[in-house]
């Protein structure tokens, strides 16, 4: 399959304010593409706007919540208004959380799963028929390595991506005859400030993982992941091990992962 060209692309991207959607947003508009940059927090996306104005793409920008349905038909607006169809689609915008289920409120799981998947979920529905106009359109769901083996003590995150995944899995069969692809870029731990927002998680919780990956490399991929029309891909070594650790060895992969719970 040919290679998608990025050059003029029109791109809604979420989660634009730091980490994985800085980095991406920067590295679209270096290729060209025009990027409907969106969330929560406007002064950072004004200092990305300023970042990107002089490189070869153009950046617009929306400030606002994602779970806030008229924030995600806002975005679907302007979209229509600006570029009159969508070629790509970047659910990046998720949040995390760290502790032990038991210990956990209700709030914390509608929170997380309302973030990482239902908000996503339902802008991706808004946007279908933008995407029915692009060239070569695709939805790019930046999920994570634990979509494929769960661990402890992030159990309300796991799920969310678990769903995000099922839910892409299924989108990408009823989609295929519309010729919208549907591609997931799979990291593990990610130097962003992801950590630094967790829903209501304690202070001195600490994220377990297998080394770690920056931002502009895990973009860098989600890059490579849209050009090259990549079904999915699992990145940083510690995330494939993990992941066929699970599946190969299962009950000893939970003993191993019982240690850190």
Not at 71 to 86: C, K, M, N, P
Not at 212 to 232: C, D, G, H, N, P
Request: net charge positive; glycine share 6%; with cysteine.
């Amino acid at each position: 399959m040919a290679r998608r060209d990025l050059k003029n692309a029109r791109i809604i991207l979420t989660g634009a304010s730091s980490g994985i959607g800085r980095e991406l947003t920067i590295q679209l508009c270096r290729r060209g593409a025009s990027v409907l940059a969106t969330a929560r927090r406007l002064e950072r996306l004004q200092e990305l706007e300023h970042v990107c104005h002089n490189l070869p793409g153009k950046i617009h920008i929306l400030a606002g919540d994602l779970t806030c349905e008229k924030h995600r038909q806002a975005i679907v607006d302007e979209t229509a208004s600006r570029f009159h169809g969508l070629d790509c689609l970047v659910n990046n915008a998720g949040a995390g959380a760290i502790g032990r289920f038991d210990d956990a409120t209700s709030d914390r799981l509608r929170k997380v799963m309302e973030i990482d998947f239902f908000a996503p979920v339902e802008l991706t529905r808004l946007c279908l028929p933008l995407l029915e106009r692009g060239i070569r359109p695709a939805i790019l769901n930046i999920g994570s390595v634990l979509s494929h083996r769960a661990v402890p003590n992030k159990s309300e995150y796991c799920a969310a991506k678990f769903a995000m995944r099922g839910w892409a899995e299924s989108l990408r069969v009823e989609l295929a005859r519309k010729k919208i692809e549907v591609l997931m870029l799979s990291p593990s731990t990610t130097r962003s400030e992801f950590l630094e927002s967790l829903v209501e998680t304690n202070a001195d919780e600490k994220s377990q993982s297998l080394g770690s990956m920056s931002s502009e490399r895990v973009a860098q991929l989600a890059i490579s992941t849209l050009v090259r029309s990549k079904r999915e891909m699992i990145i940083s070594l510690g995330g494939k091990a993990l992941v066929w650790a699970g599946r190969l060895f299962p009950r000893i992969t939970d003993r191993v992962l019982g240690r850190f719970a």
